[in-house]
């Protein structure tokens, strides 16, 4: 893997260069965030994953990931946010970032949460020929048509657009299963990697994403059930 990490803490720096040599992994650090966003810009292509900070001099981390989305949507990024900052979260993941770690950090959870990422950037289908002789849908209820291969979906005619691979995978999870409820342990279990290190509010983050993203096209078919979890149930469908 080809890590960018903008962080302007050294010493998280120095702690990560030793586990990224470890894996094996090729990584530049920048402590300005004008700097780590230039080294991006230059080769978009380069990076297979950027670990950003959100406090950093010259440029924060929450304009570097837009700027970034603005260039390519498929770059993974996690964001580096402070432990109590569930607004820096959900705004992080608002504005394109795929995944949160939360400061102070254990090197092990944040290299579980780049691999579950870069293994889901990896597959995604690029084969046109296969497409084409397949079936347009293989997910559907009567209001949501899902395309795994292309990785497409639709809100009756309406495409739901600028999907992050994760809100792709829950938007499937939940149409396979009309009206079965999902916990947060489920959706972890199923969809992150296992075992999960992190805060499960990430789910939440996530789904209100997804909520906002469908609610653009139609009426809201992602449902809490208080106290479990979420469930598809779309109005009008039996």
Not at 88 to 106: C, H, M, N, R, W
Request: hydrophobic share 35%.
């Amino acid at each position: 893997m080809n890590v960018l990490m903008i962080e302007d803490n050294e010493s998280v720096s120095e702690m990560m260069s030793m586990f990224f040599e470890n894996e094996g992994y090729e990584a530049t650090f920048h402590q300005d965030g004008a700097e780590g966003y230039e080294a991006y810009k230059i080769n978009p292509t380069k990076w297979d994953i950027v670990i950003l900070d959100l406090n950093l001099p010259s440029m924060d981390g929450m304009q570097i990931c837009h700027n970034i989305r603005k260039i390519s949507k498929e770059t993974p990024i996690i964001m580096l946010t402070a432990r109590d900052s569930e607004s820096d979260q959900v705004i992080g993941l608002e504005i394109g970032a795929d995944d949160y770690v939360t400061k102070p950090f254990s090197p092990i959870t944040l290299l579980a949460r780049m691999k579950a990422l870069h293994r889901r950037a990896q597959v995604t289908p690029t084969q046109e020929a296969e497409v084409e002789t397949a079936s347009e849908f293989d997910v559907e209820t009567e209001i949501i048509h899902i395309n795994t291969s292309t990785r497409e979906a639709y809100y009756k005619d309406n495409p739901i657009e600028n999907l992050t691979p994760k809100e792709f995978d829950l938007l499937v999870a939940f149409t396979e299963h009309p009206k079965r409820v999902f916990s947060r342990e489920d959706l972890l279990t199923s969809l992150w990697e296992d075992p999960f290190f992190g805060d499960e509010r990430t789910v939440d983050a996530h789904i209100k994403k997804l909520r906002q993203k469908i609610e653009q096209v139609g009426p809201q078919i992602i449902q809490t059930v208080w106290g479990v979890g979420y469930k598809y149930e779309a109005p009008g469908e039996e």
